[in-house]
C-alpha cells in the first residue's frame, strides 16, 4: 500500500501562476514525487476528489461552481492551504467588487471594443459569476496560508518539506513576499 502523501490542487478565481511557481522547484519534483502522489490536480487527469492529506488552492471564490469545489475540498482534505493573493485576500480580481455585477458584465459583453452581436451569457451551463470575489477563509477553515502572487517556488519547497517531516512550518524572511 502507497505510504506517500496525497495532494489535490485547484485553481478558482485564478491564474494559475501559483501552480506554475509551485512546478518551478524544478528537478526537485523528482525528490517530492517519492514521497507525494497527486489526486485531482491540473496537473493529473483525475476527474474526481478523493480523500487526499492535503489541499492546496489558488483563486479567490468567485462563482457557484468555485463554492462547491471550496467546499469539497475542504470536506476532503486534512490540511487545506490558501496559496497565493487571490485565495488569501481575493487577489486582483478583488478590483471588481469595486463595481455591480451588472456593471462588469455590461462592460465586457455588451460595451467591450469589438463587441458585434451584445449579449451577456446566459447559458445554464455557465457558473453564475457571485456579486464580489471573496478569499478563501471567509467560507471555509483555512489552515495555512502562503502569500505572494505568486509565493515563490522556495516557498512551496520549505513549505512541503517542513510539512512532510513534522517540523514546524518557518518560512525565511526572503520567502515571504505578497507580491
Ligand atoms: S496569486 Fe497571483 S499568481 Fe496566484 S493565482 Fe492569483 S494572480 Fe495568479
Not at 63 to 88: H, P, Q, W
Not at 136 to 141: A, I, P
Amino acid at each position: 500500500m502507497s505510504q506517500r502523501i496525497r495532494i489535490a490542487t485547484t485553481s478558482l478565481a485564478g491564474c494559475f501562476g501559483c501552480h506554475m511557481s509551485f512546478l518551478d522547484i524544478d528537478e526537485r519534483l523528482i525528490e517530492l514525487s517519492e514521497k507525494i502522489e497527486f489526486d485531482r490536480t491540473p496537473l493529473t487527469d483525475i476527474k474526481t476528489l478523493g480523500h487526499c492529506d492535503i489541499g492546496l488552492i489558488e483563486g479567490g471564490m468567485g462563482n457557484t461552481e468555485n463554492y462547491e469545489l471550496l467546499r469539497e475540498f475542504r470536506e476532503k482534505c486534512d490540511i487545506l492551504v490558501s496559496m497565493g493573493a487571490c485565495a488569501i485576500n481575493g487577489g486582483i480580481p478583488a478590483m471588481r467588487n469595486s463595481f455591480t455585477l451588472k456593471e462588469c458584465l455590461e462592460t465586457a459583453y455588451v460595451e467591450g471594443v469589438g463587441v458585434t452581436d451584445p449579449q451577456i451569457p446566459g447559458d445554464p451551463e455557465i457558473p453564475l459569476l457571485l456579486n464580489k470575489i471573496h478569499p478563501l477563509h471567509e467560507v471555509v477553515k483555512i489552515d495555512y496560508f502562503l502569500p505572494g502572487c505568486p509565493p515563490p517556488a522556495e516557498m512551496f519547497w520549505t513549505f512541503l518539506d517542513q510539512l512532510l517531516n513534522g517540523q514546524p512550518i518557518e518560512f525565511t524572511y526572503s520567502q515571504i513576499h505578497y507580491d
